[in-house]
Nanobody, 125 residues
Framework: QVQLVESGGGLVQAGDSLRLSCAASGRTFRSNAMGWFRQAPGKERECVAAVSGSGSSTYYAYSVKGRFTISRDNTENTVFLQMNALKPEDTAVYYC??????????????????WGQGTQVTVSS
């Protein structure tokens, strides 16, 4: 089983940057697709970015494309989300998630089997 722990969230001003980290432990991590999701109050959980097991292919939501970058270091069992040019609408709880059945990236929450506890990102205007 996989354990995921996010870190790096906080309170920033519009235009600032944050780097989220997701530390993974347990088996079946290096070859599986992973993703970052976010959920704001009153909103559905959405996939912000996803990456294949090898790190060779990625997906980004239209709202963050060009500003966010997902990457992974399988040697250190860590997935990152670099967030630049943050906007107030980026405010949400951000979750790291891992699949158990997919090598290529997927974006549906139901395809993910393991979830972190979430980290709050708040962007003021």
């Amino acid at each position: 089983q996989v354990q995921l722990v996010e870190s790096g969230g906080g309170l920033v001003q519009a235009g600032d940057s944050l780097r989220l980290s997701c530390a993974a432990s347990g088996r079946t991590f290096r070859s599986n697709a992973m993703g970052w999701f976010r959920q704001a109050p009153g909103k559905e959980r959405e996939c912000v970015a996803a990456v294949s097991g090898s790190g060779s292919s990625t997906y980004y939501a239209y709202s963050v494309k060009g500003r966010f970058t997902i990457s992974r270091d399988n040697t250190e069992n860590t997935v990152f989300l670099q967030m630049n040019a943050l906007k107030p609408e980026d405010t949400a709880v951000y979750y790291c998630a891992a699949t158990s059945r997919y090598s290529d990236y997927v974006i549906r929450p139901s395809r993910y089997d393991y979830w972190g506890q979430g980290t709050q990102v708040t962007v003021s205007s």
